[in-house]
């Protein structure tokens, strides 16, 4: 069972930064596809970026191009998304996930494994 755990959330003013951390354990998620997602009150979960396990490709929401980055270790078994520029409206619950292989890694349907998710919170 694969179990993940994200952890960088926070309070930040516009134009702050923050990185995400998402945390894997239960088995080696080298070869998969790690994502993130974020959602608010009534809202669906939307995809912000992810990143394959093969190739390291990246991809990313429009909203979030140039501002936001995804990386991973895999020898820490673990994925960041570095949050730079930060605006009010990126105010979400973030959330890590993980599917072992995607052909359009921005739908949050396939994916399998979900963490609790970690708060967000940039003020104006």
């Known amino acids: 069972q694969v179990q993940l755990v994200e952890s960088g959330g926070g309070l930040v003013q516009a134009g702050g930064s923050l990185m995400l951390s998402c945390a894997a354990s239960?088995?080696?998620?080298?070869?998969?596809?790690m994502g993130w997602f974020r959602q608010t009150p009534g809202k669906e979960r939307d995809f912000v970026a992810a990143i394959s396990g093969s190739t390291g490709r990246t991809y990313y929401n429009e909203d979030v191009k140039g501002r936001f980055t995804i990386s991973r270790d895999n020898a820490k078994n673990s994925v960041y998304l570095q949050m730079n520029s930060l605006e009010p409206d990126d105010t979400a619950v973030y959330y890590c996930?993980?599917?072992?292989?995607?052909?359009?890694?921005?739908?949050?349907?396939?994916?399998?494994?979900w963490g609790q998710g970690t708060q967000v919170t940039v003020s104006s």
């Open positions: 239960g088995r080696p998620l080298a070869s998969y596809v």
């Open positions: 996930a993980a599917v072992s292989s995607a052909r359009a890694p921005t739908r949050a349907l396939i994916y399998d494994y």
